[in-house]
């Protein structure tokens, strides 16, 4: 064998999947484009370094996508709580001095709402809760 021709392998264990049986294991491994496949020199199942590598970078996007969701949800849960604060805020400015809201004061304070809610970003926008328009007043 040539210097440059090492047959370098990874055992699958230390892939975090050694709780998967060999063959959930192989299926696995197949469906995310490893073919090479074979004992390494203590016997163990084990990958090339090329496909390690593969899988390597699979996971690092993965994580940035489970962060970038993460950091999206919690936009989302905070959207939220803005935008019933700006409905409850505004239905309290209508409401004050009159006793009860007047006419049209919910279709304004929703109007600021959606204000609010086009200086969200898009993903934000389409996780978004209803507001509750029961509002109750506190003096």
Known sequence: MARGDCRCR??????????????????????????DMEPDYLGRPSISIDDAYKLRAKAIEAEKEAERRHEIRLAIGVANKERQAIYNKA?????????????????RSL????????????????GLDGISTMHEMTF
């Open 111 to 126: 109007k600021l709402v959606a204000a609010y809610e086009r200086t969200l970003p898009r993903e934000v926008r389409a």
């Open 91 to 107: 239905m309290t400015a209508e409401t004050l001095g009159h006793g009860r809201p007047p006419e049209g004061a919910m279709s």
């Open 10 to 35: 990874v055992p699958i264990a230390e892939f975090g999947i050694a709780a998967m049986t060999t063959r959930d294991s192989a299926d696995w491994l197949k469906a995310n484009g490893v073919t």
